[in-house]
């Protein structure tokens, strides 16, 4: 088992900046891949960024491409999300998951998730 614990959320104006966390614990040698994914009220939840623990490669959803950065730091099993340039359609709640690929941009492709961390940007 993984855990997964965000941290990180809350509400900015449009043009901001803000980073999430997501600490993870547990069986961390079994996964090889972390992600970000987010869902707004009424909509399905979608893929953000991944990365891979090893650093061979990242993936990021075309609309944050540009304005989100996923890194990691293996020392902390810890993955971050800088999301810069916010805007007011990024407003959703942000769940950390992990998986075993980074190319994978589906919520099906990740087995552990965590409880989620809510981003509101205004306008």
């Known amino acids: 088992q993984v855990q997964l614990v965000e941290s990180g959320g809350g509400l900015v104006q449009a043009g901001d900046s803000l980073r999430l966390s997501c600490a993870a614990s547990g069986s961390i040698f079994s996964i090889n891949a972390m992600g970000w994914f987010r869902q707004a009220p009424g909509k399905e939840r979608e893929f953000v960024a991944a990365?891979?623990?090893?650093?061979?490669?990242?993936n990021y959803a075309d609309s944050v491409k540009g304005r989100f950065t996923i890194s990691r730091d293996n020392a902390k099993n810890t993955v971050y999300l800088q999301m810069n340039s916010l805007k007011p359609e990024d407003t959703a709640v942000y769940y950390c998951?992990?998986?075993?690929?980074?190319?994978?941009?589906?919520?099906?492709?990740?087995?552990?998730w965590g409880q989620g961390t809510q981003v509101t940007v205004s306008s």
């Open positions: 998951a992990a998986g075993l690929n980074y190319r994978r941009a589906t919520p099906s492709g990740y087995v552990y």
């Open positions: 990365t891979s623990w090893s650093g061979s490669g990242t």
